[in-house]
T-cell receptor, first 113, second 108 residues
Framework: EPEVTQTPSHQVTQMGQEVILRCVPI?????FYWYRQILGQKVEFLVS????????KSEIFDDQFSVERPDGSNFTLKIRSTKLEDSAMYFC???????????FGSGTRLTVV | EDQVTQSPEALRLQEGESSSLNCSYT??????LFWYRQDPGKGPEFLFT???AGEEKEKERLKATLTKKESFLHITAPKPEDSATYLC?????????FGTGTRLTVIP
């Protein structure tokens, strides 16, 4: 069964450093998303991406965050200057269209120290 | 304000003991209600999408139903492998907004 692949599975970074989280969505999917889940809290929407541009973003997705689809397969989330409160599981998801359920990856656990 | 509330927060069942999980929502312009299963340290796994009141969907021991204000996930004769956190999400515009989940434990 097709799956969304995320790398790395765990990343530890120092506060103030830049991190890039990588995702390979399912090949025939056209809509891409990033969500995050702080330990013990709900899954929160960050950003959606379609046709090489951001469709929607939440209040969490401020100027420190950016997304990119550098080639035909990868979808990345960059955090420019990490803060302690950015520590969370970050999930990438993709969907064929905007109305169906998303397929989520297994996540990247980001720890900012 | 749009809200998604799930209850109970946690549920312990004996193997074979059927029960229901609840997801109530107050959103305008609902464009789908989704159920996901999440195992510890993993991403949410898609189960069902419901679009209109009265709609029902089934998959193995799970059955999801939808009314105008809430959705239920019925679990019939659960097994230990059904232990997980079950998440409800509503679509607002084109994105999903999740509840806090119900942590289900099924005891052999």
């Amino acid at each position: 069964e097709p799956e969304v692949t995320q790398t790395p599975s765990h990343q530890v970074t120092q506060m103030g450093q830049e991190v890039i989280l990588r995702c390979v969505p399912i090949s025939n999917h056209l809509y891409f998303y990033w969500y995050r889940q702080i330990l013990g809290q709900k899954v929160e929407f960050l950003v959606s991406f379609y046709n090489n541009e951001i469709s929607e973003k939440s209040e969490i997705f401020d100027d420190q965050f950016s997304v990119e689809r550098p080639d035909g397969s990868n979808f990345t989330l960059k955090i420019r200057s990490t803060k302690l409160e950015d520590s969370a599981m970050y999930f990438c998801a993709s969907s064929v269209d905007r109305w169906e359920g998303y397929t989520f990856g297994s996540g990247t656990r980001l720890t900012v120290v | 304000e749009d809200q998604v509330t799930q209850s109970p927060e946690a549920l312990r069942l004996q193997e074979g003991e059927s029960s229901s999980l609840n997801c109530s929502y107050t959103v305008s312009g609902l464009r789908g209600l989704f159920w996901y299963r999440q195992d510890p340290g993993k991403g949410p796994e898609f189960l069902f999408t419901l679009y209109s009141a009265g709609e029902e969907k089934e998959k193995e021991r799970l059955k999801a139903t939808l009314t105008k204000k809430e959705s239920f996930l019925h679990i019939t004769a659960p097994k230990p492998e059904d232990s997980a956190t079950y998440l409800c999400a509503v679509r607002i515009l084109s994105n999903l907004f999740f509840g806090t989940g119900t942590r289900l434990t099924v005891i052999p």
